[in-house]
């Protein structure tokens, strides 16, 4: 499985970025999901959804203002920010996986990663 993110860049706080992941490969039956690492911090999970998108999951710091979802027609998984706050300043990496459902408190072995792509809140 290949991930390659888009649309990170520079935002003001307040405003809004729509982050994209185009995967290829086999993702059938998958989790797709971010995580996001800032500068001196280790990386943390930031959302995930299911492959029927009935189940999403999120972390607590962005309930409210992110929005995850996927198109499998395009094997793409987005990812809507609002509200955007200097600390969500960071690189954003997407991830696939069987057992996304659980990447809030571990990861797997299996799990594939993409580069990232840098998202920078401005005060």
């Known amino acids: 499985v290949q991930l390659v993110e888009s649309g990170g860049g520079l935002v003001q706080a307040g405003g809004s970025l729509r982050l994209s992941c185009q995967a290829s490969?086999?993702?059938?039956?998958?989790?797709l999901g971010w995580f996001r690492q800032a500068p001196g911090k280790e990386r943390e999970f930031v959302a995930s959804?299911?492959?029927?998108?009935?189940?999403?999951y999120y972390a607590d710091s962005v309930k409210g203002r992110f929005t995850i979802s996927r198109d499998n027609a395009k094997n793409t998984v987005y990812l809507r920010m609002n509200s955007l706050k200097p600390a969500d300043t960071a690189v954003y990496y997407c991830?696939?996986?069987?057992?996304?459902?659980?990447?809030?408190?571990?990861?797997?072995?299996?799990?594939?990663w993409g580069q990232g792509t840098l998202v920078t809140v401005s005060s």
């Open positions: 490969g086999r993702t059938l039956g998958s989790y």
């Open positions: 959804i299911s492959w029927s998108s009935s189940s999403t």
């Open positions: 991830a696939a996986g069987k057992y996304g459902n659980s990447w809030s408190h571990r990861r797997y072995e299996d799990d594939f």
